[in-house]
T-cell receptor, first 109, second 113 residues
Framework: AQRVTQPEKLLSVFKGAPVELKCNYSYSGSPELFWYVQYSRQRLQLLLRHISRESIKGFTADLNKGETSFHLKKPFAQEEDSAMYYCALTGGGADGLTFGKGTHLIIQP | NAGVMQNPRHLVRRRGQEARLRCSPMKGHSHVYWYRQLPEEGLKFMVYLQKENIIDESGMPKERFSAEFPKEGPSILRIQQVVRGDSAAYFC???????????FGAGTRLSVL
């Protein structure tokens, strides 16, 4: 069965510090991995997907197939990064997303 | 483009009543997904529909839950004879194709008294 694990329910860092939100997955095949973000009082929105290999709002994530991880990183956190972050995967075909439980990121001034 | 529209935003039902949740996908999107989020949990996939067809309902509870996406009008998630355990946030997402990004609605929060 496919599964996404986000071990940290809450992560608090100071502004300007590096951020790493962990995501591990299990899937028998080649999944497509995503990070979704939900800012306060806003809807869930896509932050980035591994096939795009792009940096959004300073965030990057690299798919490590050996460690089955897709950790989200940002070198210098900003206060506006405070939000709920969800890691998700799909088999790449016509199926729904499997989400982790989410990490609440708080950036302290 | 108004985005994915869900209504109502909040729905209160008593045990045994029916709940109907509506989702209008983004313009040009013909693929709709429904997810449920229980407190302290991530979103769980329920069902994937295209116009007039259910493609994957592997995440739907076997009883009381049904979904449709008619040729005209919004997609409907219907819960019959609601129980307290149905209290959750229900999210709808749409995409233009089956391998494309899913765009989410704001969700419907169902409370069963």
């Amino acid at each position: 069965a496919q599964r996404v694990t986000q071990p940290e329910k809450l992560l608090s860092v100071f502004k300007g510090a590096p951020v790493e939100l962990k995501c591990n997955y299990s899937y028998s095949g080649s999944p497509e991995l995503f990070w979704y973000v939900q800012y306060s009082r806003q809807r869930l929105q896509l932050l980035l997907r591994h096939i795009s290999r792009e940096s959004i709002k300073g965030f990057t994530a690299d798919l490590n197939k050996g460690e089955t991880s897709f950790h989200l990183k940002k070198p210098f956190a900003q206060e506006e990064d405070s939000a709920m972050y969800y890691c998700a995967l799909t088999g790449g075909g016509a199926d729904g997303l499997t989400f982790g439980k989410g990490t609440h990121l708080i950036i302290q001034p | 483009n108004a985005g994915v529209m869900q209504n109502p935003r909040h729905l209160v039902r008593r045990r045994g009543q029916e709940a109907r949740l509506r989702c209008s996908p983004m313009k040009g999107h013909s693929h709709v997904y429904w997810y449920r989020q229980l407190p302290e949990e991530g979103l769980k996939f329920m069902v994937y529909l295209q116009k007039e067809n259910i493609i994957d309902e592997s995440g739907m509870p076997k009883e009381r839950f049904s979904a449709e996406f008619p040729k005209e009008g919004p997609s409907i998630l219907r819960i019959q004879q609601v129980v307290r355990g149905d209290s959750a946030a229900y999210f709808c997402a749409s995409s233009p194709s089956d391998r494309d990004i899913q765009y989410f609605g704001a969700g419907t929060r169902l409370s069963v008294l």
